[in-house]
């Protein structure tokens, strides 16, 4: 099995339209793009996402099985794509948190995406591995993920502006393998709907992760980490990785 992530950016991405920072500016003459945070799991040819950000997902996918899609929550760098992929051939469950708003349409257009929600902690099981759903603070409902896999425990802790004790409590006790969290802003910005990288690693500490990696990141956070050559314990995710479970 393999995770690998189509983006790691906020939702304005890696380069932001018209600005001219150095982090925009470097991406922009290398022709690289960090896309919006959004990832997937690759077993055999099956695939199992983690959002939907992505605005061209169904091209992206268009061939392979869908088994899934685990949403975080419906803000649009988080579920875009599904717009398209609501058009499907196929018939692709959609596993979300209990937000009755949903996003423009969607509820109303249910013929290729079944959705079901998923309560704090409610666990369901796809081909062997078993997610279950973490309840993070957010301007939205919003669920993260344990994913259960042989004997990998992963999370994917995004978007949440802070880890609740009784989630710090439920994920030390499943001993993390990786843990991929929601790291939007640089040390400036301590209130909002995202963590920064000190309040993030704090929570990577205190969960005793054996890999623990920093995402959601916006360009002026790199901008800020370049600039004053800020050191950090865990690393950000920048544009697309692969991790692979065997
Ligand atoms: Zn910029
Ligand atoms: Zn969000
Ligand atoms: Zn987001």
Redesign the pocket.
């Known amino acids: 099995m393999k995770l690998k992530f189509l983006g790691t950016a906020d939702?304005a991405g890696i380069p932001v339209h018209n600005c001219t920072c150095n982090v925009c500016n470097k991406y922009r003459k290398n022709n690289i793009q960090n896309l919006a945070t959004s990832a997937y799991l690759e077993i055999e040819d099956k695939i199992i996402l983690f959002d939907a950000g992505v605005e061209n997902i169904s091209t992206i996918f268009d061939g392979k099985e869908i088994k899934a899609i685990f949403l975080t929550?419906f803000?649009a760098?988080?579920c875009l794509g599904l717009l398209k992929l609501r058009h499907s051939k196929d018939t692709i469950k959609c596993f979300h948190p209990n937000d009755k708003d949903g996003f423009s349409d969607l509820f109303k257009h249910t013929h290729s995406i079944l959705y079901n929600k998923l309560d704090e902690f409610e666990s369901v099981c796809i081909d062997n591995i078993s997610f279950t759903a973490i309840p993070l603070v957010?301007?939205?409902k919003?669920n993260g993920y344990l994913i259960e896999y042989k004997n990998y425990t992963i999370a994917y802790l995004t978007?949440t502006s802070k880890v609740s004790e009784k989630v710090v409590k439920f994920l030390k006790s499943k001993k993390l393998d990786y843990c991929f969290i929601d790291a939007c802003y640089d040390e400036r910005k301590e209130v909002g709907?995202h963590l920064n990288y000190f309040q993030a690693s704090k929570i990577l500490n205190s969960l005793n992760v054996k890999n623990g990696y920093l995402m959601h990141i916006s360009h002026t956070t790199q901008n800020y980490i370049e600039k004053n050559k800020v050191s950090l314990k865990y690393k950000y995710l920048k544009n697309e990785h692969i991790f692979v479970f065997d």
């Open positions: 939702s929550h803000h760098d988080h957010h301007s939205k919003c978007d709907n």
